[in-house]
């Protein structure tokens, strides 16, 4: 029991309300911050979970949720890449700036922030794997609104002496996961025979919901100086043909509403064992990879079970 109080900002969320049910669970008293507490679902009716409303765009909402907290893990964004420049850029940079100059000014000891793997990137156009010399150089606006905003988290951290830890979790899957990630991987499936065309031979990693929690968790408890940035991966990027097994299989156990699907995954299956045809249709109008590459490096200590928790340094580009 470590008898602390954390606020999760986007506790609504598919990560957020993954990281109420771990904090309560090691006995955090847990603030669910969302938009609507009344609607909205985190905690599971845990005792120590109090649903508690803020916008982050409003500072006076968030500076209320903060009093007599210690830890805030901010997980509240905007992640739709089709909305505009100037939405992504208000929530994720001027919605994390808010989070942590409303921490600082209530005492609160440690700050979180969940970035991706989004700022180093169009990585479809890198062959190399991310490393951690990989310098963060984002240019589309949603990973550019993340690099930012860890900017911003920085920047307050260093004026305020506020302990600022940012994790950047690869492809995130779990129960009632709504990621691009999965969507890319379940409508290649559903409107294309050629899921596997483009990933031959290509590596991508990915990580459990439950897995970010516990390493955002653990990174808290664990010492280390402030203003470190994490990567939070699978321990060994996993290659499409091993990712593309696994989906076919958990096609074969769904009902009736999938039979397409598990079609157009076996001709897609016999398909890329013919690499000479695979290479030809794709060249004419397969999809290329979407996937991020496998990032690779130390482990820091004891992560938590499946789940590497890699540090860098920051290292970002043109910010």
């Known amino acids: 029991m470590t008898g602390k109080t954390a606020l999760v900002t986007g506790a609504s969320g598919f990560i957020g309300r993954h990281m109420v049910s771990a904090l309560a669970g090691r ?3 847990v603030r669910a911050g969302m938009r609507d507490p009344e609607h909205g679902t985190a905690g599971d009716g845990q005792a120590n979970v109090t649903p508690v409303h803020i916008e982050i765009l409003d500072r006076s909402t968030l500076c209320a949720a903060m009093e007599g907290v210690d830890v805030v893990f901010h997980f509240a964004a905007l992640l739709d890449p089709s909305r505009s420049r100037e939405e992504l850029y208000a929530v994720n940079i001027d919605g994390t700036r808010n989070v942590w100059e409303c921490a600082a000014a209530c005492g609160v000891g440690k700050a979180v922030y969940c970035s991706s793997t989004a700022v180093y990137g169009l990585l479809t156009h890198r062959m190399a794997p991310v490393t951690e010399g990989t310098s963060a150089c984002a240019v589309e606006p949603y990973g550019r609104s993340k690099l930012l905003g860890e900017e911003a988290a920085l920047e307050v951290a260093r004026r305020t002496g506020l302990h600022t830890t940012i994790i950047r979790p690869v492809a995130v899957f779990g129960p009632e996961e709504h990621t691009p990630f999965g969507r890319d991987f379940r409508d290649a499936a559903m409107s294309r025979i050629l899921v596997a065309g483009g990933f031959q031979d290509r590596e991508f990693s990915y990580v459990h919901v439950e897995d970010v929690a516990h390493a955002a968790m653990h990174l808290v408890e664990y010492d280390h100086a402030s203003g470190e940035i994490y990567n939070i991966a699978v321990s060994e990027p996993v290659s499409f043909e091993e990712a593309f097994t696994t989906f076919v299989r958990v096609l074969e156990k769904a009902g009736r509403k999938y039979a397409r699907v598990r079609m157009l995954a076996s001709i897609s299956s016999v398909l890329h ?18 996937f991020v590459s496998g990032t690779r490096g130390t482990m820091c200590r004891t992560p938590p079970a499946n789940c590497s928790v890699r540090r860098l340094s920051p290292s970002p580009c043109g910010v």
């Open 27 to 29: 006995g955090y008293q």
């Open 273 to 290: 064992r013919a690499p000479t045809l695979l290479a030809w249709l794709t060249s004419v109008g397969g999809r290329g990879s979407s």
